[in-house]
């Protein structure tokens, strides 16, 4: 790990820590049988405002490699996200109007899940993700993907091989790079001068209004907003020309930047989202120490639900081992002392033993175990609560109940 000192967008050092969340280990550090019991490294969990920019970020970063080199997630095992990136396509192909055989490149492109639409909208598709187990197996079905960080030095690389974009898109990659200046560097490279940039992130202000505090963790290290954004598309060339809310991870932006000189014109939104943020005082730390406030109340009645429920002798287990669950766990403290084990029907996951707690991991068949039925499953992956609940309507019909940790503490 190393320590910055300056702003990932504007290089300022006046960057006070507006929250922290203490240690824990790496939110998708899961481990094998081998691993269990012994000790896994934890990380500092803390949160800064820059006062030049507004840009709100962890300083503290982890190697790269071992962040994503081993990426476990699959976009498609997601039927949300599935449906989510089939209208993202559909919305850019409509957008630009590019003629079949126009260049897509989309830049974390995990299992190739976007990538296919465009595919099949008849456009030459390229993928980049580090991930090397996910992009070899996508490359073998049909989408190559380059296993490799995105930079400027892959993009002029790139670009050598005849590689000039009608499209880039990146999702959820602007959270996780802690040089933000090379990707927008080999974009604006990468890029057709008439070409589109487009973006997701998850949103500082849903973060914030929804106490979605365990999008907090290491591989986020920043908290977009779309004023300091600007500032950075512009030091390379380009322009952000419009911002649309999407529900995304409980909240996110979807950002759509142009290479200077572009022929698409600017929205009304851009201005319009900075003056909503202006209102919400995402650059004042009075509102972080009101968001740290509600994190402690969930915490205090969350807790105290778990432990009665324990002293009554029921067994409780959790639903989802999503990474924000990591986060959630430490930051409350729940155990093995409270969950026996977690389910999680992603099998990159199954048989393996959750961070820090060792965990173990198993699919929702456990649900269902006559000899050892749960009482209570506390649902961690919580922003996908309504389809769990319904897929697993048996469970209930034999006694379970649900708990739903955020962004209220409900019983269901
Ligand atoms: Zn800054």
Redesign the pocket.
């Known amino acids: 790990m190393r320590t910055r000192h300056d702003?990932?967008?504007?290089?300022?050092r006046e960057l006070p820590k507006v929250l922290s969340l203490g240690s824990t280990p790496l939110a998708n550090e899961f481990v094998s049988a081998d691993q269990v019991g012994k000790p896994q490294d934890r990380f500092p969990l803390e949160v800064h405002l820059?006062t030049?920019?507004?840009?709100v970020q962890l300083l503290d970063i982890v190697d790269p490699e071992r962040l994503f080199g081993n990426y476990v997630y699959v976009s498609s095992t997601s039927p949300v996200f599935v449906e989510h990136f089939r209208r993202y396509a559909h919305a850019m192909l409509h957008l630009t109007g590019m003629p079949k055989g126009s260049q897509v490149i989309e830049i974390g492109s995990n299992d190739g899940t976007l990538l296919r639409f465009f595919q099949e909208g008849g456009m030459r598709v390229l993928g980049i993700d580090p991930a090397r187990t996910i992009a070899a197996a996508t490359t073998q079905q049909g989408i190559e993907t380059i296993p490799e960080f995105f930079d400027l030095k892959l993009a002029q690389h790139l670009r050598a091989e005849g590689w000039e974009a009608s499209v880039i898109s990146a999702n959820n990659v602007f959270a996780h790079a802690d040089d933000l200046h090379t990707i927008v560097d080999g974009v604006a490279h990468l890029l057709h001068p008439e070409g589109l940039f487009v973006f997701e992130v998850s949103y500082l202000l849903d973060v914030v209004e929804k106490t979605l505090f365990d999008t907090i963790y290491h591989e986020h290290v920043s908290y977009h907003t779309v004023k300091?954004l600007i500032g950075l598309f512009r030091r390379h060339g380009m322009e952000l020309i419009d911002v649309i809310r999407v529900d995304t991870h409980g909240g996110s932006l979807r950002g759509i930047a142009k290479r200077r000189g572009g022929r698409f014109a600017k929205q009304p939104s851009v201005d319009q989202f900075i003056a909503l943020e202006e209102a919400s005082g995402l650059e004042d730390p009075q509102t972080f120490q009101r968001f740290f406030a509600r994190i402690q109340d969930l915490k205090m009645r969350l807790m105290e639900l778990l432990h009665r429920l324990k002293t009554e002798g029921k067994n409780i287990v959790g639903f989802g081992a999503p990474a924000k669950a990591t986060t959630l766990m430490f930051h409350f403290g729940i155990g093995p002392d409270l969950l026996e084990y977690i389910i999680d029907d992603s099998p990159w996951k199954q048989g393996l033993y959750t961070p820090g707690h060792h965990l173990p991991v198993v699919p929702s068949t456990a649900l269902d175990d006559p000899t050892h039925r749960p009482d209570y499953a506390l649902i961690l992956a919580w922003n996908f609560a309504e389809a769990i609940i319904a897929k697993h309507k048996a469970f209930r019909d034999k006694g379970g109940q649900f708990i739903v940790p955020l962004p209220q503490v409900e019983i269901r």
Do not use: E, Q, T
């Not at 702003?7 to 300022?12: E, F, I, N, V």
């Not at 030049?52 to 840009?55: L, N, P, V, Y």
């Open positions: 702003c990932r967008l504007c290089g300022s820059c030049a920019c507004g840009h300091p």
